[in-house]
């Protein structure tokens, strides 16, 4: 059964069955929320969700989503939109304990994605912080 966590661990969380959907969403609600240009997400069936450890946080985005997050570190967890996504959650990819297994399928919300993203795969790339020499 695949796991997640927030970064200090408090939260622990499980799920089963299978992933309906992967994505990465560039809406204003996930950048701010996240602090990121792209929050990459992956959507199972709300009934086959379940917290293991701890109790999260609920901050309501908007009027129809909430957003849950570890009250101890910050870490961003999952979300709820009945009206968006019914009988659905999203679970930020990034917290699973094997994330590598759930690449994104398809970006969404792109009209609100910011305009250098589409830099980012040019950018130089180092596999730890570069030398300051």
Same mark, same amino acid.
């Given at each position: ?75 961003? @967890? ?6 968006? @996504? ?48």
């Amino acid at each position: 059964m695949p796991t997640g966590r927030c970064h200090c661990g408090a939260i622990v969380y499980s799920f089963r069955g299978g992933v309906r959907h992967s994505s990465v969403c560039h809406c204003t609600d996930c950048r701010r929320c996240a602090g990121s240009p792209g929050v990459p997400w992956i959507g199972v069936a709300a009934d086959d969700f379940a917290i293991e450890q701890g109790h999260p946080e609920m901050y309501r985005s908007s009027a129809d989503a909430q957003r849950f997050f570890c009250g101890k570190c910050g870490t961003g @967890l999952w979300y709820t939109n009945e009206n968006a @996504l019914p009988g659905m959650l999203d679970i930020q990819t990034a917290t699973l304990d094997d994330a590598e297994n759930y690449p994104p399928t398809i970006h969404v919300q792109m009209a609100d994605a910011l305009k250098w993203e589409e830099l980012l795969a040019d950018l130089p790339q180092c596999d730890r912080f570069p030398s300051s020499g």
